[in-house]
């Protein structure tokens, strides 16, 4: 009976410095998990809020260039043809002789026309000064209005085709979109000697495709894809890291004296923070 | 009753150290430290005197005060720690619960004795509290550093602390009416380890404490 009373004597014993060795063991590793599990978390969560830095950042710095491309347009608008028509109204009337009554006429209905022309290229170039027309017009009118302006110029034809439903997009997404159209349309104004340049957006469920073609000159891309020459096609980078920035996948194909053809392809939910790398 | 034992010291140590860091807890709910802290040292020490000086055979009355009023500041201070509203009320009513429940056994059975029950529940409830700041902290979605963060430190210890006194208080009745643990030298080795765990980690929770700054303008020409 003893012996019994102090075997279970024992076993609580027992009982009781293993298992507070065990509980112990256990709460380290649990305090040990929360730590290193914080850890983890916390560095994800940097992550994440650099990378938002970055695309706010990058949306700012669109944005920015965006305006300025508006006011180049404009100032080039306002030199090249308001400012001619102006000029030319002024010449008119300046050289009208008073006394030639049919020629006066003729001479006044000109500058009428003229002085009409500039007044509707003036409210047309009103438009542009709002900076935030990207958002505010959505992509597609954007693009509409982008190639209206180069078709303006007459030196270059424009098409666009679009294909499925339309629908607007985010609009931090659709202005890293239309400044990635602009900067495309730029390049083919300054380096393809095109007389066409074509866009098709194709909208369908899952996502919108964006292909921009023209009849230029062409260029050879084996640079772009040489590490080593980093400064190649800063602008062509530059573009693809901000297709990358809002989930989209850039693409870009040229041969030499047939013409360039850039696709962008964009998923239609994809926000920011879930861009891929 | 000297020399004192080590784990005493590190009452003593976190006492200072709440004294010490008291210009950084004042403004908030740690400044509940340095009362509570006094009276821990008190309560040990008085228990210490009047079983080594005064050779009375039980200082359980004093322990039977001082073991509610602990469990009761570290539930007050996880409801003041907890983000969610509902953790609060749970806290909230638990130190409600708690003190009726300990009022309703010192009626019924006297203090005299030391009552296992009443920290045996403790031990259970921090543990518990312990465990609802950790899922917490787990969740939240913003960035914390544990290393700098006070209530992270003084949360394990109060956890690991209770996890491993949580069996002997469950066996306490039993190896003190068999005799089982004379000279309780089994309670010593496991509580005045644990205390120095606990003490130690709400010293480091006390020196992680921030000082409110303020917002700060710089003008820059």
């Known amino acids: ?53 970055f695309f ?18 404009i100032s080039q608008e306002i030199h090249d043809n308001i400012g001619q028509m102006l000029s030319l109204a002024k010449l008119n009337l300046a050289t009208t002789n008073i006394e030639q009554k049919e020629v006066v006429q003729q001479k006044i209905n000109d500058s009428h026309h003229l002085i009409s022309k500039a007044i509707q290229d003036l409210r047309d170039l009103s438009r542009s000064f709002n900076t935030d027309y990207v958002s505010e017009m959505g992509l597609l009118r954007s693009i509409e209005y982008e190639l209206e302006m180069i078709q303006k110029t007459g030196t270059i034809k424009t098409k666009l085709d679009v294909t499925g439903p339309v629908y607007k997009l985010d609009p931090q997404k659709e202005l890293i979109l239309f400044r990635i159209v602009q900067e495309t349309l730029n390049n083919v104004i300054k380096h393809a000697n095109a007389d066409t340049v074509s866009i098709m957006i194709a909208y369908n469920s899952a996502n919108i495709t964006l292909r921009i ?38 693409s870009i194909s040229s041969m030499i004296s047939k013409g360039t053809e850039v696709i962008i392809q964009s998923p239609k939910d994809e926000t920011n923070g879930n861009a891929k790398n | ?42 309560v040990e020490l008085t228990g210490r005197y009047l079983r080594r ?3 009375l055979d039980t200082n359980a009355y004093i322990y039977n005060f001082s073991v509610p009023i602990e469990y009761i500041f570290y539930s007050w201070l996880f409801m003041k720690t907890y983000q969610s509203k509902l953790l609060q009320k749970i806290a909230q009513f638990f130190i409600y619960a708690f003190i009726l429940f300990c009022l309703l056994i010192f009626i019924l059975k006297g203090i005299h004795q030391f009552k296992s029950i009443i920290l045996l ?8 509290f312990c ?9 939240v979605e913003e960035r914390i550093n544990l290393v700098k963060e006070p209530m992270f430190w003084i949360s394990t210890g109060i956890f690991l602390f209770n996890l491993g006194e949580f069996l002997y208080s469950a066996f306490f009745k039993l190896l003190r009416q068999q005799g089982w643990d004379n000279g309780t030298k089994l309670f010593k080795a496991i509580n005045n380890n644990l205390i120095l765990v606990l003490y130690l980690c709400i010293i480091i929770g006390l020196l992680c404490v ?4 303020g917002y700060k303008a710089t003008f820059v020409q």
């Not at chain 1, 298992?19 to 290193?36: D, R």
């Not at chain 2, 921030?210 to 700054?213: H, I, N």
């Open chain 1, 1 to 53: 009976m003893r012996e019994d009373i102090q075997g279970l004597q024992g076993d609580v014993r027992s009982i009781i410095i293993l298992g507070t060795i065990v509980f112990l063991i256990l709460g380290a590793f649990i305090v040990s998990f929360i730590f290193l599990y914080r850890y983890r978390r916390n560095k994800m969560l940097f992550e994440k809020e650099q990378m938002e830095t």
């Open chain 1, 56 to 73: 706010q950042q990058e949306l700012l710095r669109t944005q920015l260039e965006i305006q300025e491309q508006t006011l180049k347009n």
């Open chain 1, 213 to 250: 073609s023209d009849n230029g000159c062409g260029f050879d891309l084996v640079p772009l894809n040489e590490n080593a020459n980093a400064k190649f096609g800063l602008g062509i980078r530059n573009m693809h890291n901000r297709a990358k920035l809002i989930g989209a996948d850039f």
């Open chain 2, 1 to 42: 009753m000297f020399p004192l034992p080590l784990h005493i010291y590190f009452e003593i140590a976190a006492f200072i150290a709440s004294g010490i860091c008291w210009t950084k807890i004042k403004s908030g709910k740690f400044r509940w430290f340095l009362p509570f802290l006094l009276l821990m040292v008190i």
């Open chain 2, 53 to 55: 000086e005064l050779g």
């Open chain 2, 121 to 128: 529940i403790g031990n259970i409830s921090a543990i518990l």
């Open chain 2, 131 to 139: 465990c609802l700041y950790f899922y917490e902290l787990l969740v």
């Open chain 2, 210 to 213: 921030k000082t409110y700054k």
